[in-house]
């Protein structure tokens, strides 16, 4: 099975991997600045996916002022860290009580904001029925 070919779109566009590699950096942390509004993007929607892609005049403006770094986990990491099952950490960034983008298929978290909801009293201040059960 042949897989379809992202559409590009004209003029000077780049995408999330190959602006990661211009700016050194992972491909999940240049989702999260487009998901922070700290990038600018082209979003188009094919089938049940959506393509970002970046200006060249954007990834200019990015090489002169790089936005901090915020290493992005994966739900089992993040799990591992606040000490529950993977699936309690999705259903807390479903709920929205933990900050998390979806890139692909999978969601990933922001270090800072894992750390934060340890760092305030764990999984419990989250409240939610899956995070009590755990206990």
């Known amino acids: 099975m042949l897989t379809p070919k992202i559409p590009r779109p004209e003029g000077p566009y780049l995408s999330p991997r190959e602006v990661a590699k211009i700016l050194d950096t992972s491909t999940d942390a240049i989702y999260l600045w487009i998901e922070q509004g700290k990038v600018a993007s082209l979003k188009i929607r094919y089938g049940m996916r959506v393509y970002h892609w970046i200006p060249e005049e954007e990834v200019e403006r990015l090489k002169k002022e790089k936005p901090p770094k915020?290493?992005?986990?994966?739900?089992?990491?993040?799990?591992?860290?606040?000490?529950?099952?993977?699936?309690?950490?999705?259903?807390?960034?479903?709920?929205?009580?933990?900050?998390?983008?979806?890139?692909?298929?999978?969601?990933?978290?922001?270090?800072?904001?894992?750390?934060?909801?340890?760092?305030?009293?764990?999984?419990?201040?989250?409240?939610?029925?899956?995070a009590q059960a755990h206990d």
Do not use: F
């Open 70 to 130: 915020d290493k992005l986990l994966s739900t089992r990491q993040a799990a591992e860290i606040l000490g529950v099952r993977q699936e309690v950490v999705s259903e807390l960034v479903r709920q929205g009580k933990l900050r998390g983008i979806k890139v692909g298929l999978y969601y990933k978290i922001p270090e800072s904001e894992v750390l934060k909801l340890k760092n305030n009293g764990g999984i419990n201040s989250a409240s939610t029925p899956e």
